[in-house]
């Protein structure tokens, strides 16, 4: 029974762009010869590790999903394992996803990003609002008051008339 895997690997920095395509291509003719059928292979750039592995600061990436028996795999690891080219090497299962689970992905992620930017309007508004209150407060107090204050002369003038 075939499984589909995902393989990284790291390898020491090569000089030049002919010399990343030769270490690609020799780990992909190690793989067809361990029995592996290769789906897709990547080169990655050259990346500064988080830590020093074997005296190397830098290493080259190499992706490649396959599908593959587990013996096959087996076999292909300890290979790698006495390679020198390789620094780390990561294999794991990678489930195989449907066109319709991508789609259904996608819009669920393009839902998620509407309600967001929902929400974000709906707090803009309300922002503004919460503004616009405040301003409408500040304009209306200075007015009444001003009102109060005539007012007051008002009967302060009807007080004063009276006790005369």
């Not at 790291?10 to 010869?33: E, G, M, Y």
């Not at 361990?34 to 830098?58: D, H, P, Q």
């Not at 007015?143 to 007051?152: D, G, H, S």
Request: glycine residues 2%.
């Amino acid at each position: 029974m075939n499984i589909h895997y995902e393989l990284l690997i790291i390898t020491p920095t090569p000089d030049s762009t002919s010399a990343k395509q030769a270490i690609l291509q020799k780990f992909v003719d190690l793989a067809t010869k361990s029995g592996v059928n290769i789906t897709k292979n990547e080169l990655w750039e050259e990346r500064k590790l988080a830590y020093e592995i074997k005296k190397y600061k830098n290493g080259l990436y190499l992706v490649f999903e396959f599908d593959s028996e587990p013996e096959a795999l087996k076999k292909m690891e300890s290979e790698f394992q006495l390679m020198p080219e390789v620094i780390r090497h990561l294999v794991v299962k990678k489930k195989v996803r449907s066109d319709e689970e991508i789609a259904e992905q996608k819009r669920i992620r393009e839902k998620i990003q509407e309600r967001k930017v929902r929400e974000a309007h709906v707090a803009a508004a309300a922002e503004q609002k919460k503004t616009t209150d405040k301003k409408e407060e500040v304009k209306k107090d200075p007015k009444t008051e001003k009102l109060r204050l005539e007012e007051l002369d008002d009967k302060l003038d009807k007080l004063l008339k009276e006790d005369i």
